[in-house]
């Protein structure tokens, strides 16, 4: 099992910028790839962007050039640092991982983010 520990949402003004945290623990050495999604009230939830073990990330289009991820191997712990921030980003922050070899993922509890004046 793999246990994803959110943290760092909160609300922000338009055009700020916010870093959000995923502290992973348990059987992390099971972790291939991991990622940050989202979902707004009334909207399904979506991937935001992700990293896999030797870094390659992918990002949506309405985050790029925005928004940054990156992993701490050391921490066990990746981030999300998000600038320029729009209302349109408003939601709540999911972190995932996925292990490919027993094809599992794993979610953690949500963060809220709410980018407002």
């Known amino acids: 099992q793999v246990q994803l520990v959110e943290s760092g949402g909160g609300l922000v003004q338009p055009g700020g910028s916010l870093r959000l945290s995923c502290a992973a623990s348990?059987?992390?050495?099971?972790?291939?790839?991991m990622g940050w999604y989202r979902q707004a009230p009334g909207k399904e939830r979506e991937l935001v962007a992700s990293?896999?073990?030797?870094?390659?990330?992918n990002y949506a289009d309405s985050v790029k050039g925005r928004f940054t991820i990156s992993r701490d191997n050391a921490k066990n712990t990746m981030y999300l640092q998000m600038n320029s921030l729009k209302p349109e980003d408003t939601a709540v922050y999911y972190c995932n991982a996925k292990d490919y070899i027993l094809g599992s993922e794993y979610w953690g509890q949500g963060t809220q983010l709410t980018v407002s004046s």
């Open positions: 348990g059987s992390i050495f099971r972790i291939n790839a």
């Open positions: 990293i896999t073990g030797v870094g390659n990330t």
